[in-house]
C-alpha cells in the first residue's frame, strides 16, 4: 500500500499535470527523481501563470447546516485533509443562513467523521482552517461579506475558489446569481462550482437549469455531481471492458441475452417521505445513478481517457436509446409487513410525512432499449426500490443459452456479475464438472471478491473521490449538459404520464423481492433465473 505522503505526490502531480494542460506550458527535462519533476513543474507553472498547487484555495459549502453537508461534503473533505491529499493551503467555508459558529458545525459533524484515534491532533488542525458566514440566499450584501471571508484567506496574487451547492434546487437561482456576481475570484486563479441533484424534473426543467448555469459559468467550471460516479466499481467499468481481451469480444447482440443493472434498499423512508414523495424512485435512483451505469457498460471504446472523449460516447449511447412509456415499467409501493419488526411493520403511506392518497413509486423496473449494432434486440433492465430484501447494487450480463447444447440442457447460462455495493466484486458464473465419479455439472464462478484479494484496503468515499477530482480540475465523472438533454429525452414522457395520470403501483411487502410483476417482466424479456446458485464471496443469495 502507498503511503500518504505518496498518495499526496499524486494527487500534486495530476493537478499540475492539468495545469500544464490547460495552459499549455512546456514540460521541464525529466530529472532524476519525481520530487524533483513536482518541483521543476511549480517553478514552470508559476512563472507562466502566477499559480500551481502552492497557490491558496477556498472550498465553499453552500448549505453547510443541512444534513448532505454534515453526513457527505465535511467527512469527504475532512479525509482528504487527513491523508494530505489536498494542496497545503486549502481553507474551508461554510455558509447558511442558521445563525451558527464553527463549532456548531463541528457538533453536528462529528458522528459522521470517523477520527481515529492517532488523528485527533490532524482533526483539530483540520477545524482550525474552518470558517463559518452566516447569510441568506437572495442577499447581494450577505455575497459581498462571503466574498470579503474567501478573499481574507487568499493573497493578493492568486487564489482558486470551489463553491459545493449542498442546496435544494429551490434556491439554486438564486445562489448561482450570488457565486457568480459577488463571489467568483477576480484574481488569476480559477473558480469551481458543484451542483449536486436532482438536476430538473424534466427535460423542460432540466433544460432551464443549464440554461441559466451556462448564463452564468463556463461548461469547465460546472461540475454536476453525481456520486455514483465516484463508487470504486463504476470506475473500474471501463477497465474490465477496454483493458481485457477476455470480456469485450463477447460484450455484444451476438453472445449477451439482457443487462440488468439493480438498486436495492433494506430500508424505507425512515420519516423523511416528505421529501422523497416529490421525486419518487425513478427521479431519486433511475434516471440519473443507473443510467449513468447503463451508459458505461453500453458506450463504445473512447478514443482515450480524456474526460470529452469518454462523455462523447456516453452521449452517443443516450441518443440510441429508446423514449420509455408506461408499457415499459412496472411501480411499486411498499406496504407493511405484518410479521416484521420495527420499521417493517410500516408501509410508505404509514409515513407520517407523506401524503396518505400518494401513489408515488418506491419501486420500479423498466426495460431500455438501445437501437444500434452492438445491442439491438438486448433488453437493458433496470431495477430500483426501497424497502426490500436486502442493500445491493449491481450490473449483471448474462449470456445467451450454449449453442448446440451436448448435454441436454444441463447447462445454466454464464453472467458476468460487477457487484457495485457492498462487498465489491466481480465474478463469472460458469459451469464446471462437478468432483468425483460422475459426470455431473454444477455452477460454480471465477471470483474477485476485493475484500479477499485486497488485503486491509481501504476504499475511498465516492465524495471523497469527487471532492479531489474537482480540486484537480478533471471532469471525467461529472455529468455534462447534453449528457442531461438525452437522459431526460429518455424518461420525461413515462414521467408526465405518471405525474397525469397517477397510476396506482403495485403493493409490495417490505422486505421483499419487489412486486412478483417486475419478475415476470424479466422474464418476458429473456431473462432466466433458475435459483440454483449462491455466491460464495458473500451472504447474499443471488
Known amino acids: ?30 530529472p532524476d527523481t519525481a520530487e524533483s519533476t513536482l518541483d521543476l513543474l ?110 481574507a484567506l487568499e493573497t493578493e496574487a492568486t487564489g482558486n475558489r470551489l463553491f459545493y451547492l449542498a442546496l435544494p434546487p429551490s434556491v439554486f437561482g ?21 451542483v449536486e441533484k436532482p438536476f430538473g424534473r424534466d427535460a423542460a426543467s432540466s433544460a432551464q437549469l443549464s440554461a441559466h448555469l451556462s448564463s452564468l459559468f463556463t461548461e469547465s467550471q460546472i461540475y454536476r455531481i453525481d456520486h455514483y460516479l465516484g463508487k470504486e466499481m463504476v470506475q ?87 423514449q420509455l412509456g408506461l408499457e415499459d415499467v412496472v411501480l411499486g409501493q411498499y406496504v407493511g409487513d405484518p410479521h416484521g419488526d420495527g420499521d417493517a411493520r410500516q408501509g410508505y403511506l404509514d409515513d407520517p410525512t407523506v401524503p396518505k392518497d400518494s401513489v408515488t413509486p418506491t419501486f420500479a423496473a423498466a426495460v431500455l432499449r438501445i437501437d444500434n449494432e452492438r445491442w439491438e434486440g438486448v433488453p437493458f433492465i433496470l431495477r430500483c426500490g426501497k424497502a426490500l430484501n436486502e442493500r445491493k447494487a449491481e450490473v449483471r450480463l448474462q449470456y445467451r443459452d450454449v449453442a448446440g447444447d451436448i448435454f441436454r440442457g444441463q447447462p445454466h447460462r454464464n453472467e458476468l456479475v460487477i457487484r457495485l455495493q457492498p462487498g465489491e466484486a466481480v465474478y463469472v458464473k460458469m459451469m464446471t464438472k462437478r468432483p468425483g465419479m460422475t459426470f455431473d455439472m454444477e455452477e460454480t464462478e471465477l471470483d474477485l471478491t476485493y475484500s479477499a484479494r485486497y488485503k486491509d484496503l481501504k476504499l475511498p468515499d465516492a465524495y471523497e473521490r469527487l471532492l479531489l477530482d474537482v480540486f484537480c480540475g478533471a471532469q471525467m465523472h461529472f455529468v455534462r ?17 405518471i405525474d397525469e395520470q397517477k397510476p396506482k403501483p403495485v403493493p409490495y411487502r417490505y422486505g421483499s423481492r419487489g412486486p412478483a410483476e417486475a419478475d415476470e417482466l424479466s422474464r418476458g424479456l429473456g431473462f432466466r433465473y433458475t435459483g440454483s446458485y449462491s455466491w460464495k464471496g458473500d451472504d447474499a443469495h443471488l
Open 1 to 30: 500500500m502507498t503511503s500518504g505522503n505518496e498518495r499526496a505526490e499524486e494527487v500534486f502531480r495530476r493537478m499540475l499535470m492539468r495545469e500544464v494542460e490547460d495552459t499549455g506550458t512546456d514540460l521541464p527535462n525529466r
Open 42 to 151: 511549480r517553478h514552470s507553472l508559476e512563472a507562466e501563470r502566477g499559480l500551481g498547487v502552492s497557490a491558496p484555495h477556498v472550498f465553499v459549502i453552500m448549505g453547510a447546516s443541512g444534513d448532505l453537508a454534515k453526513k457527505k461534503i465535511y467527512p469527504a473533505i475532512w479525509w482528504l485533509f487527513r491523508d494530505k491529499l489536498l494542496p497545503e493551503n486549502t481553507s474551508i467555508v461554510g455558509y447558511a443562513r442558521s445563525k451558527l459558529e464553527v463549532s456548531d458545525i463541528r457538533e453536528k459533524c462529528d458522528k459522521f467523521m470517523k477520527v481515529r484515534s492517532e488523528d485527533r491532533e490532524r482533526y483539530e488542525q483540520f477545524w482550525s482552517v474552518n470558517q463559518y458566514v452566516s447569510g441568506t440566499y437572495d442577499d447581494p450584501a450577505a455575497f459581498d461579506a462571503l466574498s470579503e471571508a474567501i478573499s
Open 174 to 194: 438564486d445562489v448561482t446569481c450570488g457565486i457568480a456576481r459577488h463571489c467568483m475570484t477576480t484574481n488569476p486563479g480559477w473558480s469551481r462550482i458543484i
Open 236 to 322: 473500474n467499468l471501463m477497465t474490465l471492458r477496454f483493458g481485457n481481451v477476455l470480456f469485450e469480444p463477447t460484450w455484444n447482440r451476438n453472445h449477451l441475452a439482457c443487462v440488468t443493472i439493480t438498486f436495492k434498499e433494506p430500508f424505507g423512508t425512515k420519516g423523511r417521505g416528505g421529501y422523497f414523495d416529490q421525486f419518487g424512485i425513478i427521479r431519486d435512483v433511475m434516471q440519473n445513478h443507473l443510467l449513468q451505469i447503463l451508459c458505461l457498460v453500453a458506450m463504445e471504446k473512447p478514443c482515450s481517457t480524456a474526460a470529452s472523449d469518454i462523455r462523447d460516447e456516453k452521449v452517443k449511447v443516450l441518443k440510441c436509446t429508446r
Open 481 to 497: 449538459s447534453d449528457e442531461l438533454e438525452h437522459a431526460w429525452r429518455i424518461f420525461t414522457p413515462l414521467l408526465h404520464v
